[in-house]
């Protein structure tokens, strides 16, 4: 049970890192950073293309991180409905199969980063109990 404890405070963590980040928080501009970077090198984006889609991007990021996640139905809604709103924007920059590589990304990244702040915590967590 404890476990099951931990794992859910460590998720939801991971979540609060990930949405409700401060825009001048030095930790929400570091991952972002990494972020671009992982989105980057997962589409393989040109500079022509990084130049078109990183202003699209953007503000897609912004209209996501400002949903309200509290009802966990509509928040999915609202999350597709934005998708379908910036899919020919994206699909004009990337085409329609890296499309999906971009939320496939982004589901990946937000899993790498869960995965380590999981590891971070099991690791100071082992740190007290020594």
């Known amino acids: 049970m404890k ?8 998720f939801f963590s991971g979540l ?6 401060d825009e001048n928080d030095p930790r929400g ?3 972002q950073a990494l972020k671009i970077a992982f989105i980057t090198q997962k589409l393989d984006l ?3 293309e990084a130049q ?6 953007n503000q897609y990021d912004r209209e996501v991180r400002g949903v309200d ?9 609202q999350l597709l ?8 924007s994206f699909e004009k920059v990337l085409g329609p199969q890296r499309l999906n590589k971009l939320f496939n990304a982004e589901r990946d990244f937000r899993e790498v980063l869960i995965r380590r702040l999981k590891d971070r915590q099991a690791q100071r967590l082992n740190i007290l109990r020594r």
């Open 3 to 10: 476990k099951f404890v931990l794992v859910l405070t460590i």
């Open 52 to 57: 078109k889609f990183w202003p699209v991007y």
């Open 29 to 31: 501009e570091k991952i």
């Open 46 to 48: 040109t500079a022509d």
């Open 69 to 77: 996640r509290n009802d966990v139905m509509k928040s999915e809604e």
């Open 81 to 88: 409905n934005i998708r379908k709103k910036y899919q020919p």
């Open 16 to 21: 609060t890192v990930l949405y409700a980040q």
